[in-house]
Nanobody, 114 residues
């Protein structure tokens, strides 16, 4: 089993920044990739960014150049640095880990509004 705990969400003005963190615990040796998804009201959950165990990254087109995913293997933590935030980035952000199965965090709310 893998447990994921997210933190760092909140309310921010357009153009602002936030950093999300996702701390993994449990059978973390089984994890091959981690990532962030988001789900806005009335919309499907979508992939925001992902990172493999060897550091390869991928991003949704809508966040390329604004968001950066990174990981600290020593802390078993993945980060999502979000810059130049837009109102359309408002969503619940979920951390996910791929191991023996897919694991999900509880989600953290990000609201971009003036």
């Amino acid at each position: 089993q893998v447990q994921l705990v997210e933190s760092g969400g909140g309310l921010v003005q357009p153009g602002g920044s936030l950093r999300l963190s996702c701390a993994a615990s449990g059978t973390i040796f089984s994890i091959t990739a981690m990532g962030w998804y988001r789900q806005a009201p009335g919309k499907q959950r979508e992939l925001v960014a992902g990172i493999t165990s060897d550091g390869r990254t991928n991003y949704a087109d809508s966040v390329k150049g604004r968001f950066t995913i990174s990981r600290d293997n020593a802390k078993n933590t993945v980060y999502l640095q979000m810059n130049s935030l837009k109102p359309e980035d408002t969503a619940v952000y979920y951390c996910t880990a791929v191991g023996d199965r897919d694991y999900w965090g509880q989600g953290t709310q990000v609201t971009v509004s003036s």
